[in-house]
């Protein structure tokens, strides 16, 4: 399965407070969350993301709180991938719970810049940054978690099988 969009860069340390703030989280609805996604830290970014943008980012992208909800508001704001240098490991289940496709990848999380148009081979893990005409290996999903983010995320998986 391949994506690709534009890039909204960020650095180290994104946590789930500016990804979908606290003051948000009496709601469930994913469009009500999506409304908010990242405003803490980039005002402008409900106004700007389409339908299968990239975020990129440093370390230790989605500390803090384990709230389900920040994966669930970058998904319903259209992002189609995350990537970054780590995920708080909380991050990374969550995102895969609900079907969010998220890259390790160090090396191109430091080199690729906001705006740029990137496709992610999530089969081959392959990163190519297409403003740059570079590409980086990141680290494949499995089989069985591909299954998983195909299907929108855990629920619907288990669900397709019975």
Same mark, same amino acid.
């Given at each position: ?8 860069? $960020? ?9 979908? @703030?606290?003051? $948000?989280?009496?709601?469930?609805? @994913?469009? *009500? ?11 402008? /970014? ?5 339908? =299968?943008? #990239? ?6 992208? &989605?500390? =803090? ?24 490991? #909380?991050? $990374?289940? +969550?995102?895969? +719970? ?5 890259? *390790?990848?160090? *090396?191109?999380?430091?080199? #690729?810049? @906001? =705006?740029?148009?990137? *496709?992610?081979?999530?089969?081959? =893990? ?11 290996? &990141?680290?494949?999903?499995?089989? /069985? ?6 299907? &929108?995320?855990? #629920?619907? $998986? ?5």
């Amino acid at each position: 399965m391949k994506l690709e969009g534009a890039v909204f860069k $960020y650095g180290d340390n994104v946590d789930t407070d500016v990804i979908i @703030p606290a003051r $948000y989280l009496n709601s469930s609805d @994913p469009k *009500e969350l999506a409304s908010h996604c990242m405003e803490d830290i980039d005002s402008s /970014f409900t106004e700007k993301v389409k339908q =299968g943008d #990239i975020i990129v980012a440093a370390k230790n992208f &989605g500390c =803090g709180s384990s709230r389900e909800h920040a994966p669930i508001a970058i998904k319903a704001a259209g992002v189609s991938c995350v990537i970054a240098q780590t995920f708080a490991r #909380i991050f $990374y289940r +969550n995102a895969i +719970n609900i079907g969010l496709p998220i890259v *390790e990848c160090p *090396e191109a999380a430091r080199k #690729i810049q @906001p =705006g740029d148009q990137v *496709e992610v081979d999530l089969d081959t =893990g392959i990163i190519t940054d297409k403003t740059l005409d570079m590409s980086w290996k &990141g680290q494949a999903f499995p089989p /069985f978690m591909q299954k998983i983010i195909q299907a &929108g995320g855990l #629920i619907p $998986y288990i669900n397709s099988k019975n």
